[in-house]
T-cell receptor, first 113, second 115 residues
Framework: KQEVTQIPAALSVPEGENLVLNCSFT??????LQWFRQDPGKGLTSLLL?????REQTSGRLNASLDKSSGRSTLYIAASQPGDSATYLC????????????FGTGTRLKVLA | EAGVTQFPSHSVIEKGQTVTLRCDPI?????LYWYRRVMGKEIKFLLH????????ESGMPNNRFLAERTGGTYSTLKVQPAELEDSGVYFC?????????????FGSGTRLTVV
């Protein structure tokens, strides 16, 4: 049974700092991994999608890496801004059936001005 | 293209009442998913439709929950009768294929509070 863990659960950093959010999963047989952002009271916004055959994806100040064999992914945020404050969620999709996503509990990020 | 639309955005009901949540997927997306997040827990899968058929409903918590997808378009999730533990945020997502190379598009969710 796939389990996804995100560390840390919460993080508070000063503006401008580079930071890394971690995601680990127990079953390496994944189809893809997706990082989401959730703002309070809002829905999920997809940030980056990494296919199982890929090692990393970049979008602006965000870079996500995937090491499928070790069951790990990291989300790197460069030069953090107060607007980055949100909950960041990692989700992995299985390789068969419905390909449903298994989510981690998220990392709650606060960037201080 | 319009995104995934869910309504209502918020619903407060009393224990024992019935509530129906609606999801309009992106046009042309045959795959529609329901997820929910209860307080303090991770987001969990409820079920998956392919067009109007239920592909996987392994995440439905019990028979108080009924999901339908009329004509393969919008979907409804009915909770009857609602219990306190049903409170949470219910998300809908859609995709063109189940193993989409573009992942899912999620709606903004319906926050359900049962009092």
């Amino acid at each position: 049974k796939q389990e996804v863990t995100q560390i840390p659960a919460a993080l508070s950093v000063p503006e401008g700092e580079n930071l890394v959010l971690n995601c680990s999963f127990t079953d390496s047989a994944i189809y893809n991994l997706q990082w989401f952002r959730q703002d309070p009271g809002k829905g999920l916004t997809s940030l980056l999608l990494i296919q199982s055959s890929q090692r990393e994806q970049t979008s602006g100040r965000l870079n996500a890496s995937l090491d499928k064999s070790s069951g790990r992914s990291t989300l790197y945020i460069a030069a953090s801004q107060p607007g980055d404050s949100a909950t960041y969620l990692c989700a992995v999709s299985g390789t068969s059936g419905t390909y449903k996503y298994i989510f981690g509990t998220g990392t709650r990020l606060k960037v201080l001005a | 293209e319009a995104g995934v639309t869910q309504f209502p955005s918020h619903s407060v009901i009393e224990k024992g009442q019935t509530v129906t949540l609606r999801c309009d997927p992106i046009s042309g997306h045959d795959n529609l998913y329901w997820y929910r997040r209860v307080m303090g827990k991770e987001i969990k899968f409820l079920l998956h439709f392919v067009k109007e058929s239920k592909q996987d409903e392994s995440g439905m918590p019990n028979n108080r929950f009924l999901a339908e997808r009329t004509g393969g378009t919008y979907s409804t999730l009915k909770v009857q009768p609602a219990e306190l533990e049903d409170s949470g945020v219910y998300f809908c997502a859609s995709s063109w294929r189940p193993h989409s190379d573009y992942g899912y598009t999620f709606g903004s969710g319906t926050r359900l509070t049962v009092v």
